[in-house]
């Protein structure tokens, strides 16, 4: 759940994940900077936690393609959902050098999986070429299904009432 300020910026957000049992797995609420995880006992100040709220950055990488990259789209059944996979292929060459990586890096492939029944993003993926043929999945982020629920579920509102008086 989160509440927005007149700007755009997230003001106050809760997150409640759960198991498939229902169970309560992470319970964390967020007031401006302060971050309170009532899972694990811990508070944090954190200025990067004020940040306007942007559902997808695909619209934004498509927009930053250069002429030489291709933007890729097809349509697969991923665990028993159809999703529209958007590749964005960067053409970049020469290899750059990543202090982390033993080999030159060219960087490669962004895709995105879009669930096509609700229309959000449902995975993302960086992956990375070498110079030798050889690719690395360099990031994957899965993205919890998000719903606008009205009135918003007690337990949110509980955890808000904790760290908001």
Do not use: C
């Not at 930053?64 to 292929?89: F, P, Y």
């Not at 053409?91 to 982390?100: F, G, K, M, R």
């Amino acid at each position: 759940m989160a509440i927005f300020g007149v700007d755009g910026t997230i003001s106050k957000q809760v997150w409640i994940e759960k198991n498939i049992d229902g169970k309560i797995r992470q319970n964390i609420a967020r007031a401006g900077t302060t971050e309170v995880n009532f899972t694990n006992g811990t508070s944090t100040e954190n200025s990067l936690l004020q940040y306007k709220a942007q559902p997808s950055n695909l619209p934004d990488l498509i927009l930053q393609t250069r002429a030489d990259d291709d933007i890729l789209r097809e349509e697969k059944l991923v665990d028993g959902k159809m999703v529209l996979v958007i590749t964005l292929q960067d053409h970049h060459n020469p290899a750059i050098e990543i202090p982390s990586f033993s080999k030159p890096v060219i960087p490669g492939h962004f895709v995105n999986w879009i669930d096509q029944e609700t229309g959000l993003l449902w995975m993302t993926q960086t992956i990375f070429h070498f110079e030798d043929g050889t690719e690395l999945a360099a990031l994957t982020m899965r993205y919890s299904t998000m719903e606008r629920v009205n009135p918003p579920p007690q337990d949110a509102l509980d955890i808000i009432e904790k760290v908001i008086p």
